[in-house]
Every structure is written in structure tokens, then in C-alpha cells.
């Protein structure tokens, strides 16, 4: 999934140096307070481990093919998110300038693609609450896929987003994004399923590996705001790039009924109902409401310009009650849980 | 993963220009060939005459560059195949052969990949690992990550021996595919994992008692002299010339 020079602007790939630069800035200056000489030599070999593991290759079953581990998601187990991330990002900057595996403009964005996802998303969000603290041999398995998986679909999202921005390729976004991501699929469950073995061999060959990394836990704070901005630029940005066709369910009723939304009954109770969700809806059909004078005016279409504020606006302002709801909900849970744990005492 | 890059070689001492002046070089170039516009193959291939400059004026044996070139990236070549099927918009025809758009812009894809991939190669066949981790210090990259870097390059030689080691191991003990699926596979990693991680211990032990504390001492930065400054401007102003002359 390493990316080409040649595939990039030097606007996105200018702006991906700038935000993995800042990344690496941010990572080494959380690492470098407890100046361990002891976790940098562990660093440095552990990196040199991704990249010697990459080479012993595996039989992938049903295919004939075969392939090698990537090691991301196994790198943050080992080493915790911040240092994981210096790792790996020197394992790509190796492999770029000595090895011509990705370009010099290019790295900044397979440095994202391929350390921030595992590291900063995958990892605290997935890996840990599913594995759960301290760690269940039964929930490996389910965590080391779904985030191995998860890392690598967003890894090939990014991938799909900055060839696209780029505007260096031919291949539509929709047409690019559903080659990328069943093969990333694929790739990211036998990631996951290697990355599951090689701790489970860990856990019982040598446990006290994994209890290097205890800085996890101090380090979710960094999530949630990365998380904001990731959604923050999916909401207000990629949103222009929705498609203005029916969705699935438009659609079968397009073909069923012949309109995309079916018509109400003259029931008193549904238009009432209706009447208060047009009022209470501040951005109705993920745009401004129209005002008197621009309701009766021609819109230009979404083809000739994707760039809509009330597009990007509604994308935010979903994106932030998603987030917030699921906020809401794990503190739920959380409070719960602990309640019935306490109670159980 | 080659080991010659590892290796002293004659471009080491032939680079008229300072590590810190190749780096800056080597970046300015990809920019200028990145901003080359997609349609516009003859201004890739005259950028493809400094990384030429450069091999013929520092005796780099082309065999080893072209060799490595010839292993073009799978992603880049999807991507220009990808140009080729959806852009078929007829440019010019020479004789019986269309040209279209997509074959144009699949071969700037394809020159740009090849063109900035020679300029990386030249780079790292010319400065020498530890003298990269020295200009980039120099730049002001965090010690920490330079200090990485150096520690992953020279373990990853030593690590990658003893994975190549273990994986001949089981290929000798495995028929007919059997003994090479996942999970041995994954039981072979994790017994590589479990070594690295001694080895760390022991490395970290032999480099305290060496004075390492975290990063490693590093005598003098590498200068910017004004012979490296003049080297810049003049590289600037050839890609500059090149991009006056063939892109309008």
C-alpha cells in the first residue's frame, strides 16, 4: 500500500508531510520525558523485527498465493501507540529512502496511511476495548482481527482520498475505492489472524513482552481529539463528494414504486410529526434550509460544484452528535459496567 | 532488502555535493517532477537527465540502479493501467497507432515513478546511512528519531539474517506447502520476536557500558558550506529552466 511520488500533488502530499512531521514532533516529545535509554534500543530492535518479519513469507489457504505480516497493529501492542508510531514511521522512512519503497514526497502520506491508523485509531479504539485490561486470551482473537482490519480499511480509504485530491489518476473514486478496500479486506484479516498467533505464542512463551508498553492507558486522551478531526475532515470536506444518487433503499423503492420517498397518509398524528421534525431539522437534506429569496432559485448542480458549505456544515454537525451520542452511550455502559462490577465485590 | 546499500562505494567520495546539500537537492527534485502536469511526458524525461547527470558524472554502475528500477511498484502500475481504461479520449495519431489521453498520463505516471526512483537510489548508493542520520540531525530532526532510524537500519541486517535463517529452517523441514501455513508461520515469528527483544536487552547492556544514555553522541553537525549553497542554487535554477522550457 506504499504510495508513488508519481500518484501525488505536491499540495496533498506537502500537507501530509506537514501533519505526519507534527505527528512524529508530538510522539517524540510524549516519549522522550522518561529518556529510557532501555525502550530505545528496544524500539530500534523491535523495529528492525518488522522489518526482518516481513520477509518470512506464509501461505495464504484457498488462494496458491502468499504473504508476509505488516506489523503495525503488533508494533503498538508491544510498544504502546506513541512509540509504536516512531517506530514504524522510521521503518517507512528507511524503506522509502533506502530501499525505494514508496516516494520522498510520498511519505508523509504512507507514514499516515500506514503508522497513524494502527497506532492512534485501530489500536486504543479497537484492539484494547475489545482485548479488554488486563488482557483476555478469549477476546484476542475477535481484537487482533477486527482492529488489524479496521487499520488497514482505513489505511486504503486514505489511500483512495489522496490519489483522488491528487488528481494525478483516471480511475473514479467510487470505481478506485471498491477495488481497494475488498482486497485490503482480505489482506487485513490474514494481518489480524498472524498478528493473533504471534501474541498468543508471546502470551505463553514469554508474557512479561507485553507488559513492556503501560503507557497505553494515558495515552487514550490523544484519541478522542484525533478522532474529532478525522471526523471533522470527513464530515466537512469528503461530504461534497457524496454521491447525489439514491441510496440503496431510494433505490429498491424507486424500482418497486416508481418515487424515492413514499408519500404520507393524511393522517392528523403523522403530519403533525411531520410539521415538528421540518421545524426542529436545522439542515434538511444535509444542506441550508433554502431562504424566501433562494427558495424559488435554480441550484447548481452537484456535478458542477461538489463544494457545498451546507453540505460540509450538516457533514460536521453529523459527525459531532455521532461522536457525541457514542460518547454518551460508552459512558453509559462504563458507569454500568462498574456498578455491576462493584456490586458483584 | 540489499545489503550493498551497507557497503563503501566509490559514489561515497564522488558526490560533489554535501550530505546536507544531497538532501535538499534530492527533495527539491522530486517536487519539481511531482508538480510536472499529468499530460506533459517530455518535461518528465528531461528532469530524467539529472539523476542521468549524476550517474555518469559520480561513476554510479547504471546496472545497479536500472536494476532496482526494473521492480516497478504493482500500486503504480495499477494506477497507470487504471488511466489507460477510463480515459480514452483520442490526443493524436501517428500511422495506424491512436494515442489517447490515458496512454499519455499513464506514461507520465509510469517516467515520474521512474524518474524520482533514480533520483532515491542515487541518494542511497552515494551517503552512507550514518551520514544521513547526521544531516537530518542537522536539520533539526528530533535526536530521538534520528537515533531510531540508526538503530533500525543496522539491526535490520542482523534481524533479517536470522529471519532468513528460520524461514530456510522450515522450508527444509516442510512437503508439498505443508509446515509453511499461518500458524507455524506466526510461531516462527513470535520466536523471532522473543530473540529481538533479548537481543535488545543485551545491546542496551553492551551500549551503557559503552556511555550510551539515549541518543548517540554525534561529534560535530554537519556544515552547509557555500560551496553546498552554491550547489542548491544551481540545481534550483536547472529545474527551473527545465520546467520554463517544456511546460508553457
Known amino acids: 500500500m506504499h504510495m508513488s511520488d508519481a500518484l501525488l500533488s505536491p499540495a496533498v502530499g506537502g500537507t501530509f508531510w506537514a501533519i505526519s512531521s507534527g505527528m512524529i514532533a508530538w510522539s517524540v516529545k510524549r516519549t522522550a520525558m522518561d529518556q529510557d535509554g532501555r525502550k530505545t534500543a528496544l524500539m530500534g530492535v523491535l523495529g528492525a523485527f518488522v522489518f526482518a518479519a516481513q520477509m518470512i513469507n506464509f501461505t495464504i489457504p484457498g488462494t496458491g498465493s502468499s504473504g508476509h505480516l505488516g506489523g503495525g ?53 479497537l484492539y484494547r476495548t475489545i482485548a479488554g485490561n488486563p488482557l483476555s486470551s478469549g477476546r484476542l482473537g475477535p481484537a487482533s482481527v477486527i482492529a488489524a482490519t479496521a487499520g488497514l480499511l482505513m489505511g486504503a480509504c486514505s489511500v483512495v482520498i489522496q490519489t483522488t485530491a491528487s488528481g494525478i489518476s483516471a480511475l473514479p473514486f467510487g470505481t478506485f475505492l471498491l477495488f481497494m478496500l475488498p482486497i485490503h479486506l482480505a489482506i487485513g484479516i490474514v494481518e489480524g489472524l498472524v498478528t493473533w498467533a504471534v501474541v498468543v505464542f508471546v502470551v505463553k512463551t514469554e508474557p512479561s513482552i507485553l507488559d513492556m508498553q503501560q503507557e497505553s492507558g494515558k495515552n487514550r486522551s490523544l484519541v478522542p481529539a484525533v478522532f474529532i478531526a478525522v471526523a471533522l475532515l470527513t464530515g466537512g470536506v469528503f461530504s461534497w463528494f457524496a454521491s447525489s444518487y439514491p441510496d440503496g433503499l431510494e433505490w429498491s423503492m424507486a424500482k418497486t414504486s416508481g418515487l424515492e420517498e413514499l408519500e404520507g397518509h393524511d393522517e392528523p398524528v403523522l403530519s403533525a410529526l411531520s410539521s415538528i421534525q421540518k421545524k426542529l431539522a436545522f439542515l434538511p437534506d444535509y444542506g441550508f434550509r433554502p431562504s424566501s429569496e433562494t427558495a424559488g432559485s435554480q441550484e447548481i448542480s452537484a456535478t458542477e460544484n461538489p463544494v457545498n458549505p451546507g453540505t460540509s456544515v450538516s457533514g460536521i454537525a453529523g459527525s459531532m452528535m455521532v461522536l457525541i451520542l457514542a460518547g454518551a452511550a460508552g459512558m453509559l455502559t462504563r458507569s454500568r459496567v462498574y456498578r455491576t462490577e462493584n456490586a458483584g465485590e | 532488502m540489499s545489503e550493498g546499500s551497507v557497503q563503501q562505494n566509490p559514489a561515497e567520495r564522488s558526490l560533489p555535493a554535501g550530505d546536507r546539500a544531497a538532501l535538499a537537492i534530492l527533495v527539491l527534485f522530486t517536487l519539481f517532477v511531482v508538480a510536472v502536469p499529468g499530460n506533459n511526458l517530455p518535461a518528465v524525461i528531461a528532469y530524467g537527465a539529472f539523476p542521468l547527470f549524476v550517474i555518469t558524472s559520480a561513476r554510479i554502475p547504471l546496472r545497479l540502479i536500472m536494476k532496482r528500477l526494473l521492480v516497478l511498484s504493482p500500486f503504480v502500475l495499477f494506477m497507470a493501467a487504471g488511466n489507460l481504461y477510463f480515459d480514452r479520449q483520442p490526443v493524436f495519431k501517428t500511422g495506424y497507432v491512436l494515442v489517447t489521453g490515458g496512454l499519455v498520463s499513464a506514461g507520465v505516471i509510469a517516467a515520474k515513478s521512474f524518474v524520482t526512483l533514480s533520483a532515491l537510489l542515487l541518494f542511497s548508493h552515494s551517503v552512507p546511512f550514518h551520514r544521513f542520520g547526521n544531516a537530518l540531525r542537522a536539520y533539526g530532526v528530533p535526536e530521538m528519531f534520528a537515533t531510531q532510524l540508526q538503530l533500525v537500519y543496522r539491526y535490520s541486517f542482523l534481524l533479517g539474517d536470522e529471519a532468513r535463517s528460520l524461514q530456510k529452517a522450515r522450508d527444509l523441514r516442510s512437503f508439498s506447502g505443508k509446515g509453511k501455513d499461518i500458524r507455524t508461520t506466526a510461531q516462527l515469528i513470535g520466536s523471532l520476536l522473543v530473540r529481538s527483544t533479548s537481543r535488545a536487552e543485551r545491546i542496551f547492556m553492551a551500549m551503557s557500558a559503552r556511555g550510551f544514555g539515549s541518543s548517540f553522541p554525534v561529534r560535530q553537525k554537519e556544515p552547509f558550506t557555500a560551496r553546498d549553497g552554491i550547489l542548491v542554487a544551481v540545481a534550483i535554477l536547472g529545474f527551473c529552466a527545465v520546467r520554463i522550457m517544456f511546460i508553457p
Open chain 1, 73 to 125: 497493529l503488533l508494533l503498538t501492542i508491544l510498544l504502546g501507540p506513541w512509540r509504536a508510531f516512531i517506530s514504524l514511521a522510521s521503518v517507512l522512512v528507511i524503506q522509502s529512502l533506502f530501499f525505494a519503497d514508496g516516494g520522498v514526497l510520498a511519505l508523509g502520506c504512507n507514514i499516515f496511511n500506514l503508522a497513524f491508523f494502527p497506532a492512534f485509531v485501530a489500536y486504543p479504539f
